[in-house]
């Protein structure tokens, strides 16, 4: 079968077209033909030898954890699909799944059924950074109505969904943007837009319960400002260092370091916002699963609206 592998550790260039043996699924299992993968940023730091390099293994290997696409092959044991039934997911993660490539094997209950008439590109696009949203607002904050939360890089691939499930729990939203993105960010339900090029972190928002930083660095430090004592900062992108979380605890506020886990029934949950209109998820761009390496350059790069996914097989 057709994969991309990352040959070695390093920049786009390490990514590298290749024919790799088929999977084939064991007991509790199912085998994936993919019509999409999504990418997300943690692919390309992985590449690079950050992320979860170190759960995934040295090179070569492939890429990738978001995949929607057809079973066309079960384990002993599966009872929850069948051969035909069109899913999606992000199986095993952190260790390597193997996205990008036209066949995955992953246990079924770390996958979804996608609704009938969904696009299967849209389907890729939402299991790692749909679960992150979730995870951290619901999970880790139990954000709640009447609650206000500030999103930092609200536009990304985890930001524009972490906008509209937390309008689905009753908060306020506060984005934080490039303000090319707030009239794509007033139209998923922000209630108030910051331009993140022109507006200091710290001076984002005042006193909100829930901070999602997902931009790291020193706006982890920032973020901290904007929140309330007895409040949550979410520290998705890069977690907290030593000085954030003695700090946070200075203030009184509770520093949350959220990692997405698989979860076949949070997927069920965000798809049921989607059916009731709540949830869109947003596909900038899908390229061919050949342009891997130009994939990872646009997300390096920064500025995209949403998603980008590659298209692998037919669906």
Known sequence: MRAVQAVRFGGPEALE???????????????????????NPVDCKTRR?????????????????????????TGYGVTRLAVGDRVLGMPWFPRRAGAYAEHVTAPSRQLARVPDGMDLREA????????????SLVDAADLRAGQTVLVLGAAGGV?????????????SVVASARPERHAFLRELGADELVDRTSVPTAQAAREVDVALDL?????????????????????????ADERVLAEAERR??????????????????????????RLRVTVEEALPLA?????????????????????????
């Open 49 to 73: 030898g950050e992320g979860v390099a170190r759960w995934v293994g040295a090179p070569p290997f492939i890429p990738g954890w978001d995949v929607a696409g057809t079973v066309d092959a």
């Open 291 to 315: 342009d891997a390496r130009r994939a990872h350059e646009r997300v390096e790069a920064g500025g995209v609206r949403g998603k980008l996914v590659l298209e692998v097989g037919a669906g």
């Open 17 to 39: 077209l290749v024919e790799v043996e088929r999977p084939s699924p064991i007991s509790t299992e199912v085998r994936v033909a993919v019509a999409a993968a999504g990418v």
């Open 124 to 135: 890729a696009a939402l299991p790692l950074a749909g679960l992150t949203a979730w995870q």
């Open 215 to 239: 931009l790291g660095g020193e706006h982890t430090r920032a973020a901290l400002e904007t929140v309330r004592p007895g409040g949550v900062l979410l520290a998705v992108a890069d977690g």
């Open 159 to 171: 930001g524009h969904l972490a906008v509209q499930v937390a309008k689905a729990r009753g908060a």
């Open 252 to 277: 009184g506020v509770r520093v949350s370091e959220p990692l997405v886990e698989p979860d076949g029934h949070g997927l069920e949950l965000l798809l049921a916002l989607m059916g009731e209109g």
